[in-house]
């Protein structure tokens, strides 16, 4: 059964950091892109950032230069460093892996992240 499980929200002053987690189990960690959405209240979820097949990355504009997309194969682990954190980006936080070439897509349960003072 796959199982992917995000920690690391919270609340937080603007201009603050959090770092988001996400375990996975019952994959090939490896074989998947791993990805972080999100999804703010009365808004479409939206990708934040991602790596792409060629293991680079991909970020929305909003959060370039702020935001780290991370992974560690070894520990079947993606992060995301969240630095100079904007009320804007209070919304839940979603993992997401998808593997290449398949139909094979699967959501973590979200994380909550508001940032507010």
């Known amino acids: 059964q796959v199982q992917l499980v995000e920690s690391g929200g919270g609340l937080v002053q603007p201009g603050g950091s959090l770092r988001l987690s996400c375990a996975a189990s019952?994959?090939?960690?490896?074989?998947?892109?791993m990805g972080w959405y999100r999804q703010a209240p009365g808004k479409e979820r939206e990708l934040v950032a991602r790596?792409?097949?060629?293991?680079?990355?991909n970020y929305a504009d909003s959060v370039k230069g702020r935001f780290t997309i991370s992974r560690d194969n070894a520990k079947n682990t993606v992060y995301l460093q969240m630095n100079s954190l904007k009320p804007e980006d209070t919304a839940v936080y979603y993992c997401?892996?998808?593997?290449?070439?398949?139909?094979?897509?699967?959501w973590g349960q979200g994380t909550q992240v508001t940032v507010s003072s």
């Open positions: 790596f792409t097949s060629g293991g680079s990355t």
């Open positions: 997401n892996a998808n593997r290449p070439y398949s139909s094979r897509d699967y």
């Open positions: 019952g994959i090939i960690f490896s074989n998947y892109r």
